[in-house]
């Protein structure tokens, strides 16, 4: 029973409160916001906004919020004050609001005029005010102030300080009786600037006057916005159109108090911040409007906040960010290439980096790879050179021999001749033909001696444009004693047309003289009169070929694919380099040897250089 009560209990009490919360939510409050000079005017327009938005997100009820412009303000004449008063009298009359919130100092003044006939009982919020526009002696305790301070010498050699060389500064403010008022608390802080600069008013022309005049302002000016409600000629100008048109023909920067004014015309500085002070001012109404007596509520005036500044602006009128105070906002920035495209920046260095150690490594390996080859042909050189000096041992009997037939010619030669000069009447004519025997077999001597002399000359590694077909026919002359005294029978058919290949003379010389005498040896076993070597010369497209082919018994096929191993060889006393040292030669000339067993018996070795 006793649970049961308890239970009871619990849910009336949160039915309870679940009402009391649906009441205060079901409430209306009702709130008026009087704008001094018209919605359509930017600072007070921003705060109202400010207000409304941070009243609708503090707020536990729902706000009936009505606002009204006083355009009384825009002229010095109060009788339009009276109807003006009726028409809020009678809008009110069954249902005061909750709460009346004034922006600026306009509005103010005429709520405290008119305060006992419109609204004794209601609680007043004076906001967006300058506090010297405050008459604090006829505040009740009803009433509240979240009121401003402007400090214009603080403002103006604020902007002396980015801009040290302005000489004028031209001051915009209009005619009516607000701003005549703070046209006069303006000279009186600006008078000690006086000496620095020209301040320049214009409040007694028209607005059309003051363009044309603020439009050829001498260089090293600036220009102060305040305000234009009403300029000299008694013309009333709404909203933004005043400051948009003065930009358009401004040829100096441009400054205020206020930043609802900036983001497109304004330079910056040190202004009050219309979303500070709407955010100031809800929350002062949202403690009135719960309840809280506006009199024991005291908000301290705020100051400029922080200086900033238009990138756009300060780039315009050359204005050094350098000389911007420390801690300044810069809004508006355009950013950087680095800032833009930071990721596509760092994408492409990553790769070039990538690319460049990738084009080192390759251009170190290729150097790496040239030197090596460098010392390859070097040492292929050396071995060629050694081979040679081979070769040329086992041809020395021939080559003794080809030498020597031609000395003995030349001796033989000799005596006859000595003979017949001894003689009482020497053969003049005989003795004629006796030299020229002997200088025919000198040469003959000779070019044997300089034919062994070019293959055994250590000589490096060149390229040049040679006829295939000569060194073919040179190696076969220097080998023909070779030949004879081996009873190998040579045929050679060499192409008709020069063969022009780009090759060393030497190197392709030694080629073919290794072939030729690996040839020679594979046939000694065999009877002279079998012993037949076949070398071919001729063209296959872009390609010269040498054929060398011989009667000999030929390659075992098992030992076809080994011939040109290193020390690979059939001979007792062979090296088993000749054929490796060739088809080294070949393939640094670009070309290819190859080997292979003719179909009519015998070997064949062909080489293939690619024409110059």
Not at 23 to 33: Q, Y
Request: proline fraction near 6%; charged fraction near 25%; include cysteine.
């Amino acid at each position: 029973m006793a649970r049961s009560s308890l239970a009871r209990l619990c849910v009336a009490a949160v039915v309870y409160a679940l009402t009391v919360l649906d009441a205060a939510a079901a409430e209306h409050k009702r709130v008026m916001i009087l704008h001094s000079f018209g919605r359509e005017f930017r600072p007070w327009n921003e705060h109202a906004r400010a207000i409304r938005a941070e009243l609708d997100r503090q707020s536990p009820w729902i706000l009936d919020v009505q606002e009204h412009a006083l355009l009384a303000a825009r002229t010095p004449d109060s009788n339009p004050d009276l109807p003006f008063v009726e028409y809020l009298h009678a809008l009110y009359a069954d249902k005061p609001p909750e709460l009346i919130i004034c922006i600026g100092a306009p509005a103010a003044v005429f709520i405290q005029r008119h305060r006992q006939k419109l609204f004794p009982d209601a609680p007043m919020l004076f906001t967006a005010v300058e506090q010297r526009r405050i008459q604090f002696a006829n505040l009740t305790e009803n009433d509240t102030v979240v009121a401003v301070r402007h400090d214009f010498r603080y403002l103006f050699e604020s902007f002396l300080a980015i801009a040290p060389e302005t000489r004028v500064i031209a001051m915009v403010n209009g005619n009516s009786p607000n701003e005549l008022v703070w046209q006069n608390e303006m000279r009186r802080e600006l008078k000690p600037l006086e000496q620095r600069v020209d301040i320049r008013w214009y409040d007694k022309r028209s607005f059309e006057d003051m363009l044309k005049e603020i439009a050829v302002l001498p260089p090293h000016s600036a220009i102060f916005w305040f305000q234009m409600i009403i300029d000299g000629a008694g013309v009333a100008h709404e909203g933004d159109r005043a400051l948009t048109r003065l930009y358009a023909v401004a040829n100096a920067p441009i400054f205020t108090t206020d930043q609802a004014f900036f983001g497109r015309e304004i330079i910056g500085g040190p202004m009050h911040s219309p979303a500070e002070g709407g955010k100031r001012t809800a929350s002062v109404a949202a403690r009135i409007l719960g309840g809280e007596k506006p009199g024991d509520i005291k908000t301290p005036p705020s100051n400029f906040q922080p200086p900033k500044y238009d990138w756009r602006e300060l780039k315009r009128w050359n204005v050094s960010e350098s000389l911007l105070p420390a801690g300044a906002e810069v809004d508006f920035r355009e950013p950087s290439i680095w800032e833009a495209y930071r990721g596509q920046i760092i994408l492409i260095f990553l790769i070039v980096l990538a690319q460049s150690l990738l084009i080192t490594l390759l251009v170190h390996e290729r150097a790496r790879r040239l030197r090596a080859e460098v010392q390859s042909r070097q040492r292929m050189s050396e071995l060629a050179h050694v081979n040679r000096f081979t070769t040329a041992n086992e041809l020395t009997a021939s080559i003794a021999h080809e030498i020597n037939q031609p000395l003995g010619a030349i001796r033989t030669n000799a005596e006859t001749m000595e003979l017949m000069v001894k003689s009482a009447a020497p053969d003049i004519d005989e003795i004629r033909e006796i030299v020229a025997d002997i200088r025919r077999d000198e040469e003959r001597a000779s070019k044997v001696i300089l034919r062994l002399r070019s293959l055994l000359k250590k000589t490096p590694f060149e390229l040049r444009e040679v006829n295939l077909n000569a060194i073919v026919r040179e190696t076969l002359d220097f080998l023909s004693a070779l030949t004879i005294g081996r009873q190998v029978g040579v045929e050679n058919s060499l192409a008709p047309a020069p063969l022009v290949v780009k090759g060393d003379r030497i190197q392709l010389q030694q080629v073919i003289l290794n072939l030729v005498v690996n040839a020679i040896d594979a046939m000694s076993g065999m009877p002279p009169a079998s012993r037949r070597i076949a070398v071919r010369t001729g063209r296959s497209g872009n390609f010269a070929e040498v054929s060398i082919a011989d009667s000999g018994p030929g390659i075992p096929p098992d030992k076809l694919a080994d011939v040109f191993e290193p020390f690979f060889t059939t001979k007792e006393r062979g090296m088993g380099m000749g054929l490796s040292i060739a088809r080294t030669i070949v393939e640094a000339h670009g070309g290819q040897l190859l080997a292979e067993n003719h179909a009519t018996g015998g070997a064949r070795f062909r080489i293939w250089l690619p024409l110059a």
